[in-house]
C-alpha cells in the first residue's frame, strides 16, 4: 500500500458526514510522509466523490470547498484561521 493510500484510508475512517473534523493539511502531510498538495489534491477529489464533506469557514457562514472562487483561496482559509 502506497502512503497516498494509507492517507485516503486514514481521511476515510476519521471522517463522518455527521460530525465535523478539523483537517490540518500539513499534519497529515508529516504524518504520512507525502508533499502537502497531494493531501489536499486527496480531499479534494474524496469530497467530489461524496466520500467526505469538504467545507471552511470565510469569516461569515461556512462554505463548501467548490463554493469558494479558487481552491487556493479555500486551504489558505484554513491557514489564517490556525
Same mark, same amino acid.
Given at each position: 500500500?502506497?502512503?497516498? *493510500? ?14 465535523? /473534523?478539523?483537517?490540518?493539511?500539513? #499534519? ?6 507525502? #508533499? #502537502?498538495?497531494?493531501?489536499? +489534491? ?6 467530489? %466523490? %461524496? ?7 470565510? %469569516? ?6 467548490? #463554493?469558494?472562487?479558487?481552491? *487556493? +483561496? /479555500? ?8
Amino acid at each position: 500500500m502506497t502512503n497516498i *493510500e494509507k492517507l485516503r484510508e486514514a481521511i476515510l475512517k476519521i471522517a463522518d458526514r455527521n460530525q465535523p /473534523f478539523p483537517i490540518r493539511t500539513h #499534519e497529515l502531510a508529516v504524518r504520512h510522509h507525502v #508533499e #502537502e498538495r497531494y493531501v489536499r +489534491q486527496l480531499l479534494v477529489q474524496l469530497a467530489s %466523490g %461524496g466520500w467526505i464533506s469538504l467545507a471552511a469557514w470565510d %469569516g461569515t457562514r461556512l462554505l463548501s470547498y467548490d #463554493e469558494w472562487p479558487s481552491i *487556493e +483561496q /479555500f486551504f489558505k482559509s484554513n491557514d489564517d484561521n490556525g
